[in-house]
């Protein structure tokens, strides 16, 4: 069965950083690319940051570039997602989300979704 633990959300103020984890269990992680996304109320879901298995090859959404940075430790099935410098637009929703190989910001390719992790930032 495949499972995820999402950790590290919370409350924090504008400026301040958070740090989500990510621990995937009931496949071949390193066999996965991992992407994060996130859903405010009312809007879409979107991709924030994804890592792909092979090379870690990274990819971010222009809103989070030089602020977030994803990395995977394979050892222990996790990925995680520092988020620094936030904004009270990146409150929302989070979700670490995993699929075959290559990692892409488009939450329509992946096959194992998360249950997800509030993330609010206070103006």
């Known amino acids: 069965e495949v499972q995820f633990v999402e950790s590290g959300g919370g409350l924090v103020q504008a400026g301040g950083s958070l740090r989500l984890s990510c621990a995937a269990s009931g496949f071949i992680f390193d066999d996965y690319g991992i992407g994060w996304f996130r859903q405010a109320p009312g809007k879409e879901r979107e991709g924030v940051a994804c890592i792909s298995s092979s090379d870690s090859t990274t990819y971010y959404a222009d809103s989070v570039k030089g602020r977030f940075t994803i990395s995977r430790d394979n050892a222990k099935n996790t990925v995680y997602l520092q988020m620094n410098s936030l904004k009270p637009e990146d409150t929302a929703v989070y979700y670490c989300?995993?699929?075959?190989?290559?990692?892409?910001?488009?939450?329509?390719?992946?096959?194992?979704w998360g249950q997800g992790t509030q993330v609010t930032v206070s103006s």
């Open positions: 989300a995993a699929r075959p190989f290559r990692a892409t910001t488009n939450p329509g390719w992946y096959d194992y």
